[in-house]
């Protein structure tokens, strides 16, 4: 196996000994200042995701960015073949990865996506970004997971 490997990038498992070369303490600890800071970086999602994989609620980030490759789909027969398969896996009641959104949203975009646009889900996905922000995400930097990574990517003293 190669050391070289990025551990974020693998699975975001557990901390590695090594300093992850493309993170940087400052990028890191920019991460806990908002959870808009954390979800605009390459590396942060990654690593939330895999954190909410060990809460069991990685669907909420999973449908998220879901929602954001779907806006940019320019198809009318792709968007309504994604839009049909979004409503199957997140949004239909006992789908494998429902998500928690109420029944009036979940009904404006059943009738949505007879006709999908690119903005048939933004509800629901505000409303999943909102849970991740207020639940999930002080959970997340309090986290063994982030805390891990703060000190993996502190500078070596030679003290």
Same mark, same amino acid.
């Given at each position: 196996m190669s050391g070289r490997t990025c551990w974020i990038c $693998? #699975?975001?498992r557990e901390a590695s000994e090594r300093r992850p070369a493309h993170l940087t303490l400052e990028e890191v600890l920019e991460w806990a200042q908002s959870f808009e800071k954390l979800m605009a970086t390459k590396h942060g999602p990654v690593l +939330? #995701?895999?954190y909410l994989k060990v809460e069991h609620s990685e669907e909420n980030i999973k449908f998220w960015m879901a929602c954001e490759t779907y806006k940019k789909i320019a198809s009318r027969w792709s968007r309504i073949s994604q839009a049909k $398969?979004? +409503?199957k896996i997140y949004i @239909?009641?006992?789908s494998p990865r429902e998500i928690n959104i109420d029944s009036s949203t *979940? =009904?404006?975009i059943f009738r949505n996506i007879q006709e999908p646009t690119e903005t048939c889900f933004e509800e629901a996905q505000r409303i999943v970004y909102m849970h %991740? =922000? *207020?639940d999930s995400y002080p959970r997340f930097l309090k986290s063994e %997971? +982030? @805390?891990k990574l703060v000190k993996a990517v502190q500078p070596k003293s030679n003290s």
């Open positions: $693998k #699975a975001c +939330y #995701a895999a $398969k979004l +409503y @239909q009641p006992q *979940r =009904e404006t %991740m =922000e *207020r %997971m +982030y @805390q």
